[in-house]
């Protein structure tokens, strides 16, 4: 079955530090997708970013940036320059096509990043 | 921008209790989720809803869960008799493909005593 570990449990940096978030995968699809989402104190999930397991691209946005290597099965989060306001719980999922061709988010147990003043 | 909404925010029920929950997904969003995450730990798939009908379910949604869409707009999850460890924060989501990605709500934090 899918899996995905975040070995981070709680990760507490001081503003302005860089911080990267770990992600690792298990899965027998050969085309997937995976995720990460921010869950801030409030509770909601917010979509972060999506990728392809055909796409292997870096990807920037901003401060955040995502290093997808297959060949590792990881799919690496980093916050560049971190803020007070990126203090949140970070989960990072793995799509898992069903037997009915539909898909299920497989989520990672998150890391929790303190960003302290 | 679009977004999923989520009704009540908050339930605290008794335990055997029915509670409803109430979710609309985006408007033009074709496929509807449940998901669940107990205080602390990992969120959980429970159930896909597609073409008016269930389309996959996790060991976790049993007979005591439905899923239902009343209208053209709202999806909803009923819990026939809570127990205990239903208390959770309930995840509404949808997507406008199957593989497309899923936007979640603000979820529905459910307490039983």
């Known amino acids: 079955a899918q899996k995905v570990t975040q070995a981070q449990t709680e990760i507490s940096v001081v503003e302005k530090e860089d911080v990267t978030l770990d992600c690792v995968y298990e899965?027998?699809?050969?085309?997937?997708?995976l995720f990460w989402y921010k869950q801030p104190p409030s509770g909601e999930l917010v979509f972060l970013i999506r990728?392809?397991?055909?796409?292997?691209q870096n990807e920037i946005s901003g401060r955040y940036s995502w290093n997808f290597q297959k060949s590792t099965s990881s799919f690496n989060f980093t916050i560049t320059a971190s803020q007070v306001v990126d203090s949140a719980v970070y989960f990072c999922a793995l799509s898992e096509f069903m037997n009915t061709g539909f898909q299920k988010l497989v989520f990672g147990t998150g890391t929790r990043l303190l960003v302290s003043p | 921008e679009p977004e999923v909404t989520q009704t009540p925010s908050h339930q605290v029920t008794q335990m055997g209790q029915e509670v409803i929950l109430r979710c609309v997904p985006i408007s033009n969003h074709l496929y509807f989720y449940w998901y669940r995450q107990i205080l602390g730990q990992k969120v959980e798939f429970l159930v896909s809803f597609y073409n008016n009908e269930i389309s996959e379910k996790s060991e976790i949604f049993d007979d005591q869960f439905s899923v239902e869409r009343p209208d053209g707009s709202n999806f909803t999850l009923k819990i026939r008799s809570t127990k205990l460890e239903d208390s959770a924060m309930y995840f509404c989501?949808?997507?406008?493909?199957?593989?497309?990605?899923?936007?979640f709500g603000p979820g529905t934090r459910l307490l039983v005593l």
């Open positions: 899965t027998r699809d050969t085309t997937y997708y």
């Open positions: 989501a949808s997507s406008g493909e199957g593989g497309e990605t899923q936007y």
């Open positions: 990728r392809n397991s055909f796409d292997e």
